[in-house]
């Protein structure tokens, strides 16, 4: 089954049951949140969380070091997703956000995780090799080779098994599943298989027209103004076909302009291409408006939240403090179960 059909089967089941539900996503402290974050998963996680599914936000401060030699201001880059996360509607009351670099007990799953794979799979992993060739490393290193395996920890330690993230995560959560699935052979069961849920914007792009990265200089971000914005978005790439149409896969650029209007306008994409009719500029004026109107609340409350960073720390020292909990609960059941308690 892909990855979308299997999506739409798990809402009717989490609707059905949330409390079945565990999820664990999150993000690396690379820079601020923008608008591929906010519709790819942020805005699953909120539901979710509305739902009544339990809510763990991973703030990958290791990860940070896979396509960089040194993480640079990594303090405020962290409270600045905090801020992000806040703004669109993470509650830190129901929801746990931690750093992993706090959670020492998570790390040590690494160990047994890494001999649950090959270097065969881990080297066929197509977002690695992506993300390779855009690191800012002349060679690769073994953090990043090894990411998905983290990840594994990241998501297992507290037994998470709903995963909203973007497309370029699914096959880093078929690794998750792979060592979970292994290691309940080898050992019992003490972890789920987690699931995939996607969004309706999958994979957003950026004004260049490849996948809106933090890292790649071509995001709007959440916390951006609304002049800086449309400046963005004026300069984004378009193509010579002077007529708007919704095409995802010949028109990518056009098309991706077009769903994040329609993102924002909780629109049809078909309808807002066809109601923008002809010419880049009309199109652009169209999306400028549409993620302004829909960002100035968000915009706000981030604002509102920036004035008082001694709560967004205090939410990541709480969250570090439970998350610790559950993963030394979960490593003493995984020295149960690889017989290795002395
Ligand atoms: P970096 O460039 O530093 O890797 P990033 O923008 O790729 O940053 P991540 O922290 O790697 O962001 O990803 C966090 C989450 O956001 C993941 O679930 C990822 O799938 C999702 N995501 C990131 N960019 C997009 C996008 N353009 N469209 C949809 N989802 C996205
Ligand atoms: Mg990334």
Do not use: W
């Not at 699953?44 to 640079?72: C, H, K, P, S, W």
């Not at 959440?222 to 963005?232: N, V």
């Not at 990541?316 to 290795?340: D, F």
């Amino acid at each position: 089954m892909d990855a979308i059909t299997r999506s739409a089967e798990l809402e009717l089941e989490i609707q059905a049951d949330p409390a079945r539900f565990r999820v664990l996503t999150g993000d690396r402290p690379t820079g601020p949140l923008h608008l591929g974050h906010l519709f790819g998963t942020l805005r699953n996680r909120v539901r979710m969380q509305d739902l009544g599914v339990e809510l763990f936000v991973i703030v990958a401060d290791y990860q940070v070091l896979t396509d960089r030699d040194v993480a640079d201001r990594l303090a405020e880059t962290v409270e600045g997703l905090v801020l992000d996360y806040l703004a669109v509607g993470i509650d830190p009351e129901r929801a746990t956000v931690f750093t992993h670099s706090a959670v020492p007990a998570l790390n040590q799953l690494l160990l047994p995780f890494l001999s649950l794979v090959t270097v065969p799979e881990l080297q066929r992993n197509p977002t690695v090799k992506d993300e390779i060739a855009h690191s800012r490393q002349s060679s690769v290193s073994g953090l990043m080779f090894t990411y998905p395996v983290h990840q594994a920890a990241d998501i297992l330690f507290c037994k998470g098994n709903l995963v909203p993230v973007g497309l370029d995560q699914l096959p880093h959560v078929e690794i998750t599943r792979t060592i979970a699935r292994r290691f309940t052979e080898r050992y019992g069961p003490v972890f789920p298989e987690p699931d995939v849920l996607l969004s309706a914007a999958p994979v957003l792009l950026g004004t260049d027209g490849t996948k809106m990265s933090k890292s790649r200089n071509n995001a709007i971000t959440l916390g951006a103004t609304a002049d800086e914005t449309a400046r963005l978005l004026k300069g984004a790439r378009t193509d010579a076909d002077r007529h708007i149409t919704y095409d995802p896969v010949n028109r990518p650029e056009v098309s991706s302009l077009v769903l994040l209007a329609a993102l924002c306008q909780g629109r049809d994409p078909v309808a807002v291409a066809a109601e923008i009719g002809d010419g880049a500029a009309a199109l652009k004026r169209t999306v400028i408006e549409a993620v302004n109107e829909f960002l100035a609340p968000i915009r706000a409350r981030r604002a509102a939240y920036a004035a008082d960073l001694a709560y967004v720390r205090k939410i990541v020292q709480v969250g570090n403090e439970r998350a610790n909990a559950i993963a030394e609960q979960t490593l003493s059941e995984v020295r149960r179960a690889m017989g290795t308690v002395y």
